[in-house]
Nanobody
């Protein structure tokens, strides 16, 4: 499984961005997909997860502001980020899980200015 994340950029605090993660194959075959982020000097953390059945889970710091969704027809998972804060600045990575194997894509940088 190859993953390509896109949609990062520079945005002012309070603004919005939508990240996309396109998979090389059918995402309906995957157990789950998720977004993670890593800020400079910090450990990578889970942002949001969506399972094959559509169940979602969010990190505490983004709950109520971010929404993860999937389009099986386009083999793409999205992360809608609203009310962005400077502390959301990080490289965002998408991950796919299948049969207990993790597949990571290259990250996309999100910078939120104050």
């Amino acid at each position: 499984v190859q993953l390509q994340a896109s949609g990062g950029g520079l945005v002012q605090a309070g603004g919005s961005l939508r990240l996309s993660c396109a998979a090389s194959g059918s995402i309906s075959m995957l157990d789950a997909m998720s977004w993670h982020r890593q800020a400079p000097g910090k450990q990578r953390e889970l942002v949001a997860t969506i399972t094959n059945s559509g169940n979602t889970n969010y990190g505490t710091s983004v709950k109520g502001r971010f929404t993860i969704s999937r389009d099986n027809a386009k083999n793409t998972v999205y992360l809608q980020m609203n009310s962005l804060k400077p502390e959301d600045t990080a490289v965002y990575y998408c991950k796919a899980d299948r049969w207990a194997i993790d597949y990571w894509g290259k990250g996309t940088l999100v910078t939120v200015s104050s």
